[in-house]
């Protein structure tokens, strides 16, 4: 179930734009934090657990049903 306060997909692909993975929680919203995300986009990711981590876009896909095309810095396998 929507509720009011839920973000909008785009606006969720708007705020993660320029994700790179792997992504804990915390880089989530740092990434957020310099896209001005709004309140809600923030709110849904702090309502993930602190361990969150995303290792690809499939991942993020699942939990939030949308997609954030990104990519692997060199060097992270």
Do not use: C
């Not at 997909?9 to 929680?25: K, N, S």
């Not at 919203?29 to 993930?48: D, K, T, Y």
């Not at 981590?53 to 997609?67: I, S």
Request: hydrophobic share 40%.
């Amino acid at each position: 179930m929507i509720r009011s306060d839920d973000p909008a997909p785009g606006e969720i692909e708007a705020a993660l734009r320029g994700l790179d993975y792997p992504a804990p929680r915390a880089k989530l919203l740092q990434v957020a934090a310099l896209n001005h995300a709004p309140a809600r986009v923030v709110n849904r990711i702090l309502s993930l657990p602190e361990t969150a981590d995303f290792v690809n876009e499939d991942q993020l896909r699942k939990e939030f049903g949308v997609t954030v095309p990104g990519a692997r810095p060199h060097g992270w396998e």
